[in-house]
């Protein structure tokens, strides 16, 4: 049987795999929710054990809105995943987030329309706290290995999840800004809010790309300028990882996240179908 693990990576555009693992494996376990985005590799790094999924594939294939995140976080937990470092390219809506700056968020708007958000369904209704939607614990640990690193790094803000696969109009983009959200992109919506259900800690780690298009003195976002300042990013974010595994393996769980569904499913227990509580069996506590 494959060595459970603890902590998964899920890596965003420009970042499909990572160098310097030992003790490589590669699985693709189908779940109840379908196949996961690609291969996972389990493998060893600053001594520690971990899974890393590409989000959109390797070679990137698949838009934001055909990611299968319930599947990816569904063989993520069967793996015994329970912490996820969640990288992704993100446009600024503020000055002070530059591109090829490092933030970690703590709060999000959710703006898509079109993807399965939740694991429940089908015979089954539960509710789950998401007031603080992803895991600041894990959050100021990644923090604390960003403040050393030689990158421009920021703690807090608001992110936009938007559905894509086209970038803002610059109508929405200020919008956003009126709200008072400082980040936006295509994919921290299902994951964290799947990643809650599950009881995972999930943290979510921006790399600014661009301006969107609100800004007047900078080219409006293209995909040509999110892939070269990813690229030269990828280096920080390959380090980043390398540093805080041993810290985040040897911290204390957050028991809120762990215990999120406990009393969250509201159906009778005689009216849940058997198919759909085996469905969730092994991914929601509960049921």
């Not at 189908?30 to 291969?39: I, L, R």
């Not at 070269?228 to 040897?250: K, Q, S, Y």
């Amino acid at each position: 049987m494959t060595q459970p693990v603890q902590i998964g990576v899920i890596g965003g555009s420009g970042f499909y795999e990572m160098d310097g693992l030992s003790e490589v494996e590669r699985v693709k376990p189908f779940t109840a929710f379908g196949a996961p985005s690609d291969e996972i590799v389990l493998a060893t790094l600053s001594g520690v054990r971990l899974a890393f999924l590409p989000r959109h594939g390797r070679g990137h294939r698949l838009l934001p809105t055909e990611v299968p995140a319930r599947a990816n976080i569904a063989a993520l937990k069967g793996l015994g995943v329970r912490r996820i470092l969640s990288f992704s390219a993100v446009g600024s809506l503020q000055q002070k987030y530059a591109p090829r700056d490092f933030v970690i968020p703590d709060q999000l708007v959710d703006r898509t329309r079109h993807r399965p958000d939740t694991f429940f369904g089908e015979g089954i209704v539960g509710h789950v706290g998401f007031a603080d939607p992803f895991a600041n614990k894990l959050g100021d640990v990644l923090f604390d290995e960003l403040k050393k690193m030689p990158v421009t790094s920021h703690r807090g803000g608001t992110i936009v999840c938007m559905e894509g696969p086209l970038f803002s109009t610059r109508g929405e983009s200020e919008l956003y800004r009126s709200w008072g959200c400082d980040l936006i992109n295509m994919s921290a919506v299902p994951e964290s809010k799947l990643a809650r259900e599950a009881g995972i800690e999930y943290a979510l780690v921006c790399m600014v790309t661009d301006y969107d298009c609100w800004h007047d003195s900078h080219a409006d976002v293209d995909i040509q300028m999110v892939i070269a300042n990813l690229t030269a990013n990828a280096g920080n974010a390959a380090a980043l990882i390398r540093r805080v595994l041993p810290a985040i393996a040897a911290a204390p769980r957050d028991e809120a996240i762990a215990n999120a569904c406990q009393f969250a499913v509201i159906t009778s227990p005689d009216k849940r179908p058997p198919a759909t509580v085996a469905k969730l069996r092994g991914i929601i506590d509960g049921v």
